[in-house]
């Protein structure tokens, strides 16, 4: 068994970042600049935020942090949007979600040009990451893809099972393993809260991408030898042990599952840093007009 070391890819990522910065930097182009919304006080978004916010420090980035209290209305957050849309110094920005109830997701994503999409929440995104066009893949399955890549994982022809298929990790990160390109040409099995007997899927699997949501679900004898799983849970367990009373824990057994692995991802330390190089990526790649001209 092996670890994918996502902590670890991710400062490598942020290197070459850096250093491609400096370069832009040097040849005196433009430095990207990335700005986060904020809205109200959920205390994993602050984290997910300020993460993003000191990552953009790092790699030599401008951001911009806009915060807002949980009373904004939903006009006013779309007049924000609208300025960063037609702000020429910004690359690139995010809404941190969830919003507060009174304010429609859905209509806060549309609102967001798509070339500024780094997200890669717009259905316009979302479209061209289907049709293989060029595009700004979401974090999270973006992050995976990344490791499939650098830890060389053999990918085309294989049998993948994908548990979970919310828009932002499952459906994309199938599509994705799917498409014709490298890391790709997967064949895909997507199973979901109403699929029959998930073990008989994931028992065939040479490559397991756990989103479902549910600590532990994964269990040893859902997995065939020599499996690669990827796990993208992170839920909250009590323990009472621990300061704070929880702990994080992914949607695989872990401690029983890993010694079957060919490699696995740990959580933390797996997926979720590669998320916020992601977003990096995606906006680099907008200042660069990678995506759109
Ligand atoms: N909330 C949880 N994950 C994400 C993400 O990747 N982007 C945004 N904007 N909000 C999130």
Not at 9 to 34: D, F, M, R, Y
């Amino acid at each position: 068994m092996n670890i994918i070391d996502g902590k670890l890819l991710s400062q490598t990522i942020k290197q070459e970042i850096a250093e491609e910065v400096k370069t832009l930097k040097a040849n005196g182009g433009k430095i990207p600049h990335l700005a986060a919304v904020l809205v109200g006080s959920d205390p994993a978004s602050k984290v997910y935020v300020r993460n993003k916010v000191q990552s953009c420090e790092e790699v030599g980035f401008e951001s911009t942090l806009i915060r807002k209290d949980d009373s904004i209305t939903e006009e006013e957050l779309l007049e924000i949007i609208q300025e960063l849309n037609e702000d020429e110094d910004v690359d690139g920005f995010i809404v941190q979600l969830p919003l507060p109830k009174h304010i429609n997701e859905e209509k806060v994503t549309l609102a967001i040009d798509p070339r500024k999409d780094v997200d890669g929440f717009h259905p316009t995104n979302f479209g061209r990451m289907a049709q293989g066009m060029p595009s700004y893949l979401p974090a999270t399955p973006f992050g995976i893809m990344q490791m499939l890549d650098r830890y060389n994982i053999d990918v085309e022809g294989k049998n993948c099972v994908v548990l979970g298929r919310s828009n932002i990790v499952g459906t994309p990160i199938s599509i994705l393993l799917s498409r014709k390109a490298s890391p790709g040409n997967a064949t895909v099995v997507l199973c979901h809260s109403r699929t029959k007997n998930i073990p008989e899927y994931t028992r065939q699997a040479d490559i397991i991408v756990a989103a479902i949501g549910r600590a532990n679900f994964v269990t040893a004898d859902m997995v065939k030898e020599g499996a690669v799983v990827i796990d993208v849970g992170i839920n909250r367990v009590e323990d009472a042990s621990r300061k704070r009373g929880y702990r994080l824990a992914g949607d695989v057994d872990y401690e029983n599952v890993a010694p079957k692995c060919k490699l696995i991802t740990p959580v933390p330390g797996g997926v979720g840093p590669m998320t916020v190089t992601s977003l990096l990526m995606n906006t680099l790649k907008s200042c660069k007009k990678e995506v759109y001209q």
